[in-house]
DNA sequence: CCCACATGAGACATGAATGTCTCATGTGGG
DNA sequence: CCCACATGAGACATTCATGTCTCATGTGGG
């Protein structure tokens, strides 16, 4: 047939409906289809139309997460400069996903048995090297893991995240707090 | 009458069920009640017989954290020699209850709207006096705050006991690893 | 103008978890 | 020996989210 795709009325925005969900479940985890449809300015029953069910929605959101991760590695240039400055512009460019990133992360526990989705791998390896790039180069010290620090930064990710919506922590504090935490640690130092 | 609580027949242990529960919701946080029944080795009667329901089972669950963190906070002895010192010790006491802390902590996002426990805000103000206090000795760093600071260790507890629970960290290190990255941060220092 | 089609609204069935109930059992104490 | 009582097993109703269905509507394109 000809007409390949929406041709004529536009599908519902499936991108808006993403990140409809993306807020609100970032807020509440157990929020219902309904909710979410809602929440979308849609029916239930269009949002069924768009996924599936409640699973292919939270793998979408998974891809939508994966997405946004990779874009920010990208757009962070893990590889340019020093460490340090890889490692600020990276949570930078990381502070946007944070709550879906926090939501996520929290949910996969959930998903338990089942295999998790290789791009979190991928992205894990990548933030790995970064601070194995920084160990290596004398910049950062040798007895914390990648792999931990890697973890760390997610864990900082969610809380952090979840601090700023309950209020506890200012949003434009988000990056400083966070980067400056995970590289300096909270003792005074003597030196530059 | 005379025979006061429960004279003749032991009633089941209530410790070890709140025990089996919360290291069951520990790995799965959306186990049923018939499996945290199986886990504790009891029917689901006799769970509903001391818990009235679910809700009333984590908010019990949310009473033994507390007394958990209070206990630590208390052998922890905060007051006692240099914040860093503390801070270490207040790891190594917290290390035990990491998975039901971490549990909770994500749990308590279900609740929204309703008011937390004050129990944590108790524990909250505790933890972060021990930073303000290091921040006053001149031990830590004034540009990040105790509530962040808080926030973050609770952040790290989680993941850390995630990271653990996965294997992607070993058991060992997980006091060491918390307290290098929460003192010191990723940089090498070159003072001593 | 008419048709195609996506949408919204809602009815309906389903499955799962929950809460409540009864009853048989076994053990411990008097 | 007998009674009291906590327990285990299971039946049962209920609630809720979900998944599927139908139908009316409205709009956009031909």
């Known amino acids: ?12 925005d499936r ?7 993306a807020a609100l ?11 979410v449809a809602k929440a979308a300015g849609i029916s239930r029953a269009t949002l069924h139309r768009q996924f599936a069910g409640r699973d292919a929605l939270v793998r979408a ?3 939508l997460g994966i997405q946004e991760c990779e874009a920010a590695l990208g757009a962070a240039r893990l590889d340019d400069g020093t460490a340090r400055e890889a490692v600020r512009r990276l949570v930078g460019e990381f ?25 979190w791998s991928r992205i894990d390896a990548r933030i790995a090297a970064l601070f194995r ?14 792999a931990w620090l890697t973890e760390a930064l997610y864990g900082l990710f969610a809380s952090g995240a979840w601090a700023v919506s309950e209020g506890r922590v200012a949003a434009k504090d988000f990056q ?4 400056e935490l995970l590289l300096g640690g909270a003792l005074r130092r003597e030196e530059s």
Chains 1, 2 share one sequence.
């Open 133 to 146: 790039r920084g160990q290596e180069s004398g910049e950062f010290r040798i007895d914390l893991t990648p």
């Open 25 to 35: 479940l970032t807020r509440r985890a157990t929020a219902t289809m309904d909710e």
């Open 176 to 179: 400083y707090m966070i980067v």
């Open 15 to 21: 991108e808006h409906v993403l990140r409809s969900a």
């Open 95 to 119: 502070e946007s996903a944070a709550g879906l990133l926090g939501f996520l992360y929290t949910e996969n526990q959930l998903f338990e048995g089942e295999e998790q989705n290789a791009g």
């Open 61 to 63: 959101l998974e891809e």
């Open 1 to 12: 047939m000809s007409h390949v795709g929406y041709g004529c009325l536009m599908a519902v």
